[in-house]
């Protein structure tokens, strides 16, 4: 590749920083999505300059009780910092998940608070944790007595308009010990509605000493500087952005945009790494909400037959020659797909 120079990134978002004794190597970090940031869309990111990835969300009793799903969520792609993201309800489970997780090579330890999903928070977990900030602080203590490396706390602004109580959940978690705070700029019953309010993650900010990362709605390079300005985090973190463009958040910190003739070599690429990491059978299924984000952002006039072919076929050879030839002719700038 000989790819584009990036002008429009700050310095600033391009340099290091630490979670306790763990170097970061820049600001723009890419979000644990669950069913998006498996291994391969981790290597990817990765691979293009994202600062730091972290796992699919990994559920801790699942974990403990040795389930083949929450192994494959905790792997390793072969790169340091390793970061897994932890969810739970109960300080047994996710202190002994943890201990698990950094036996098995993790570098940083997530607690994940923030998930709005209804599955998630209908056992208690995510950011229904943020209506008992009292029994979120005692699993929160339990994780970090439980290991020696870095623990790290994920959430929302709060349950909902009438209770935002981030800022006293980051502070006391903070004395509990944890290194870092992500804050997603909404609260839990607004889900993904509307825009994400940069403005209100600075009460957290002026309530902690550590390092704080600003997250939601977070798509170009001055959305990242304007999050920062007006939330006064240390870093961004980005998800949704990155779906269909696994090498996005490289590009925010200053990594080089892909030749619009090497977006299908990437998807390609992208789709013949599921294959192997899941296998045949079970690669077709999860590979297609990957394969209609590369579409939809670079192949948008596709329609009819041929893009349900790239969908629905079973035949892995099929789906690659036909997503080759979907973004190599119909291809835009990721720029102008934004």
Known sequence: MCPKDNHLISKDLASPFRIGPVSVRNRVVLAPMSGVTDMPFRELAWR???GLVVTEMVASRELV???????SRLRAAGFRPHMVQLAGREAHWMAEAAKIAADHGADIIDINMGCPAKKVIGGYSGSALMRDPDHALGLIEATVKAVDIPVTLKMRLGWDANSINAPEIARRAEAAGIQLVTIHGRTRMQFYEGRADWGAIRPVRDVISIPLIANGDVETAEDAQEILRRSGADA????????????HAGVLAGGAEPRREDIADIAVEHYRMMLDFYGEAVAIRHARKHLGWYLERFAADLV???KAAIMTSRDPREVA???????????VDSREAA
């Open 65 to 71: 009780n040795d389930t083949a799903e929450s192994w």
């Open 321 to 331: 020659a036909r997503l080759y030839e979907a973004l190599a002719s119909g291809v």
């Open 304 to 306: 009819g037959g041929d």
């Open 48 to 50: 293009f300059g994202a």
């Open 236 to 247: 961004v973190m980005i998800g949704r952005g990155c779906q269909g463009r696994p090498w």
